[in-house]
């Protein structure tokens, strides 16, 4: 504790609660875009804070990423001891399979002695293929557990970057840039002002349904996702938890 309030960590902390007006933000020191092991500080923070917050049954939706990949590493089997169920929260192939949620959801299953459900949908479907798949009973089925998860983990990216690194269409590479896109979460991607600029058309989690999640944790740092951070929590629903870093904290704040 004093460590921490000598470095302005705690200060930081309540700064960022008030002004973004969440539930909870937990800042690691570092900047895990200079520091790779910051990432698993990361890791370690999500994963005290998912320990507090588990009831005896949970479902537990997750999306993909870096990030979530280095919470998976964290976690142990004890919290097996809790009857664990790990979900991604939307379709991911397309993603380097390393960061896709189904292969987050399977290690998070295998560190704690869980299980865990795969979702082998594209990350970016046509509407014509949404509406078929959703009729699928296995996705159907997934679906349903989707939307009664009671925790939902994710990453925030920023907004360039994961358009990048999703196969994005030229048109909508040139939309996400016209309309200043900073951040993107569950395939959304939003302005400064935090309004939704545009939407991968996705089968899973959506925006609204976070509203019946229990326990949200969002966990993103570095010093180049302050503004993709900021923008995202002005859309977040107010019960989110934030795990950042310092490097993205300190950033954050500058803008308040
Ligand atoms: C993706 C999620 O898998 O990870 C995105 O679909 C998120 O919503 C991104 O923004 C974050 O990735 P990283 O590697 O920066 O943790």
């Keep these: 504790r004093v460590m921490r309030d000598l470095t302005g960590i705690s200060t930081l902390e309540s700064r960022l609660k008030s002004e973004m007006g969440i539930a909870r933000v937990v800042v690691v ?3 895990s875009d200079v520091s790779p092991w910051v990432k698993n500080e990361l890791g370690n923070a999500c994963a005290t804070s998912m320990k ?6 949970n479902i537990i939706a997750v999306t993909g990423g870096t990030t979530m990949a280095a ?3 964290t976690l142990t089997p004890e919290f097996g001891e809790k009857n664990l169920l ?4 939307r379709g991911g192939l397309g993603e380097d399979v390393n960061n896709q949620a189904n292969t987050v959801c399977a290690i998070m299953a295998d ?3 869980s299980r865990h459900r795969v979702f082998y949908v594209p990350d970016q479907v046509s509407s014509e293929i949404y509406e078929s798949f959703i009729k699928e009973p296995l996705i159907y089925e997934v679906l349903g557990l989707i939307k009664s998860a009671s925790m939902v983990l994710h990453g925030i990216g920023d907004a360039i970057t994961m358009a990048e690194r999703r196969s994005t269409s030229p ?3 040139e939309k996400i840039i016209r309309r200043n896109a900073v951040g993107e979460a569950f395939g959304y991607y939003f302005n400064e002002a935090g309004e939704i600029v545009h939407k991968v058309l996705t089968i899973g989690l959506q925006l609204d349904d976070l509203t019946e999640v229990d326990t949200i944790i969002a966990v993103a740092g570095g010093a180049s996702k302050a503004k993709a951070i900021r923008a995202y ?3 977040a629903p107010r019960s989110t938890i934030l795990i950042t870093d310092e490097g993205a904290a300190k950033n954050l704040v500058q803008g308040f």
Excluded: I, W
């Design 171 to 173: 048109e909508d590479m």
């Design 29 to 31: 020191p570092g900047d």
């Design 71 to 73: 919470v998976a590493e």
């Design 111 to 113: 560190k704690t002695n």
């Design 233 to 235: 929590m002005k859309q």
């Design 86 to 89: 790990f979900v991604p929260a």
């Design 52 to 57: 507090h917050r588990l009831s005896s049954d």
